[in-house]
């Protein structure tokens, strides 16, 4: 009843929060039955952009009980406040920033999304008095963050946080606070500057108290929730004058170090992430931004300034965009490119003289060395262009050497067809849908010919410059781990695409027979096996052989882990590559909750040799009757059948599969068991 009447008060408040003046407010008020504590905690964050003090709250309720009818003179009193006024300043300030962000300078963190829902996540940011710049801007801008206070001392209490009501959790560690309880005799302003500073030793006492802050942290919150530790913003390099030795034994070098540190220490917990702001800084610059300048060096605050709002709206977009990344929310898998006027300047079979470094540097070097970093993560990249093939490739190599090889494409289509006809063939070949795929191309009649085939399709024109911006910092191109299979993606879809060019027309089965498949399992209970971030990543990116087109956060997969479920993981082999971990079924009790096969080896009976594993698991542990999920996504299609085809039966009034006995397994692949 308490959510209902909570979730019923912040639908009103958005809506009143949204009128100018209070002559909209009384009627507002006229039409919703609500108590005076509730109207008071409302009108606060109306006009004020916090929740009421204690002391605020018991004045105005003592005046409303005194006046029933007097609400209209306490909201007259709160807008004309010195507070008030200066909230709306605050809101103008935002707007301005924001304008001049769009017209001026584009954000820092771009988005490739193809819908436009744009929900703020709902932020618990616990710190000190340093955090309330960041909350002010949040509150002015309509961002739901809560803030409680919290130091960086050994036995400052961490709030209790209810974890569904908030996504994510923001952490400012005070550099202030940490440093005193580092330095002798508690100088943690100061110490620097003195000359018996012993910068070793520092560094590790700093080092032992920001791990203790984390573990007391760490252990108090849930971990179903994300956690943001906000970097520490590192003081300018030239603290000992412009020739003096700055990059060691300073200041400077030893927060850098704890940076270092954290990031290091919170790359090994789940839940727990570092979150860079320093790069903030340098992007929207920090001149009237970062108090370092005007105070002492360890405060480490960001003041209220059109570049402090800035950063901290930067802080708060990358927080949403970690979330994006985190849920896996309508990532890029492929990127197919064009060539003339794109992967290089201008049109190589009209030059006279083909000049590398005339036409690579600036623009195109950006553009190439950010698709070679999606490469990196994972992405796969092809090639669509209108020319001559022969011609082409030999220019390729000669504009681009050994810097960009035709070898990082897993498909390249360079002929005079429609480029929807390429890349129809490039998806089929990759087995990609094409909401998962970003094509690239300087001709906006080629985007609207494609785009006609392809509504899906993601596409990126215009201007060339700001390409390699928004395939680097895009959440839609991040992922959370780089695995093994990731990162070598590209070999794997050539392997396919070979073994696919080798099936011969007729006698599939000695083909089978030729391609020596191995399958080899692993089983997997928590979140300390190798494999444990490849099964998450397969979990989350697979759509078309996905049984129930589930996607799970990191701790709903392990509070399913910690409830009895395993995954069975298996992993492929054959003559043209090690595919890595392509298939799970998440078993648990007789139930096979899920199935997913990768795209790469749809076709060699992988999934009933993974089925026929999972049931002899399902049988050693007693169970004679097996319970399989089917849920249709749209996308899916490729196992409808999944459950028929080996035996299984629907059972309506329980809406699952049943059966009872195993399928054979092929006899073309190997099995190696547990």
Request: hydrophobic share 40%; with cysteine.
């Amino acid at each position: 009843m308490m959510g209902k009447m909570k979730t019923h008060l912040q639908n009103w408040l958005t809506r009143w929060r949204s009128q100018s003046g209070v002559g909209g407010d009384a009627a507002a008020l006229a039409s919703w039955t609500m108590d005076d504590a509730g109207f008071i905690d409302a009108a606060y964050q109306k006009y004020l952009g916090r929740a009421p003090d204690i002391s605020g709250k018991a004045y105005y309720l003592q005046r409303l009980q005194q006046q029933p009818h007097g609400r209209l003179s306490v909201l007259k009193e709160l807008q004309n406040s010195s507070e008030a006024i200066e909230f709306v300043e605050r809101q103008q300030r935002i707007v301005l920033v924001t304008e001049f962000e769009k017209r001026e300078q584009h954000p820092f963190l771009p988005s490739l999304a193809s819908d436009t829902n744009s929900d703020k996540p709902r932020i618990a940011l616990l710190g000190t008095c340093l955090a309330e710049s960041l909350l002010q801007t949040a509150s002015v801008a309509a961002w739901p963050v809560h803030h409680y206070l919290m130091d960086s001392g050994p036995h400052d209490p961490v709030p209790m946080l209810p974890a569904t009501e908030y996504d994510a959790v923001l952490v400012q560690t005070t550099l202030r606070s940490l440093l005193t309880l580092t330095t002798d005799k508690g100088n943690g302003d100061l110490f620097h500057v003195r000359s018996d500073a012993d910068w070793s030793i520092l560094q590790e006492r700093a080092k032992h108290q920001l791990n203790t802050v984390l573990e007391r942290v760490l252990s108090e919150l849930s971990e179903t929730m994300p956690v943001f530790f906000i970097a520490f913003l590192e003081p300018a390099p030239q603290i000992n004058g412009i020739l003096g030795r700055n990059r060691q034994n300073t200041l400077y070098a030893l927060v850098r170090g704890l940076n270092d540190y954290l990031e290091d220490r919170l790359a090994g917990v789940q839940h727990a992430h570092y979150l860079e702001v320093n790069d903030l800084r340098q992007y929207y610059g920090d001149a009237t931004a970062y108090d370092g300048y005007v105070s002492h060096f360890t405060h480490g605050g960001v003041l209220s300034s059109r570049q402090g709002h800035l950063i901290h709206l930067g802080i708060l977009e990358r927080v949403q965009a970690a979330l994006r990344v985190l849920r896996s929310t309508q990532p890029i898998k492929l990127i197919i490119t064009d060539l003339d006027c794109t992967l290089w300047k201008g049109v190589l079979a009209e030059a006279d003289e083909i000049i590398p470094l005339e036409v690579t540097e600036g623009w195109p070097l950006g553009y190439v060395e950010a698709l070679l970093a999606c490469k990196q993560r994972g992405i796969l990249l092809a090639i669509c262009s209108k020319n001559e093939a022969s011609a082409t490739r030999h220019n390729f190599k000669k504009v681009w050497g050994n810097r960009l090889q035709l070898d990082d494409f897993c498909s390249i289509q360079i002929n005079w067809q429609p480029k929807s006809a390429n890349i129809a063939r490039i998806l089929a070949e990759t087995n990609i849908l094409p909401e998962h795929t970003l094509f690239i191309d300087d001709n906006p009649q080629e985007i609207s010919e494609v785009t006609r085939a392809y509504s899906q399709i993601r596409t990126l024109s215009g201007n060339p410059e700001r390409w390699r911006h928004l395939l680097l910092y895009a959440p839609e191109t991040q992922v959370l781990r780089v695995t093994e299979e990731s990162a070598h993606r590209t070999e794997l879809i050539q392997a396919k695409m070979a073994r696919d060019q080798a099936a011969p027309v007729q006698d599939r089965e000695a083909w089978l027979q030729d391609l020596g498949l191995t399958l080899r399992f692993d089983r997997i209970a928590d979140a300390r096996h190798s494999r444990y971030a490849r099964a998450l990543e397969l979990l989350n990116k697979t759509n078309q052989f996905n049984t129930t087109g589930q996607r799970w956060s990191d701790a709903g997969i392990q509070a399913w882990l910690n409830s009895g479920g395993w995954l069975l993981a298996a992993s492929v082999e054959d003559r043209f590559a090690n595919h890595g971990l392509i298939a799970l079924a998440l078993l648990r009790d007789n139930e096979i909750v899920q199935v997913v096969l990768s795209c790469r080896v749809f076709g060699l009976g992988i999934e009933t040799a993974l089925l026929a594993e999972a049931i002899g698991h399902l049988q050693a542990a007693g169970h004679t009757d097996y319970v399989g999920h089917f849920t249709a996504t749209g996308r899916n299609d490729a196992c409808r059948d999944f459950w028929p085809a080996h035996g299984f039966t629907m059972d309506a009034n329980a809406c699952m599969w049943r059966g009872s006995l195993p399928p054979y397994c092929p006899e073309w692949i190997h099995m190696e068991g547990l």
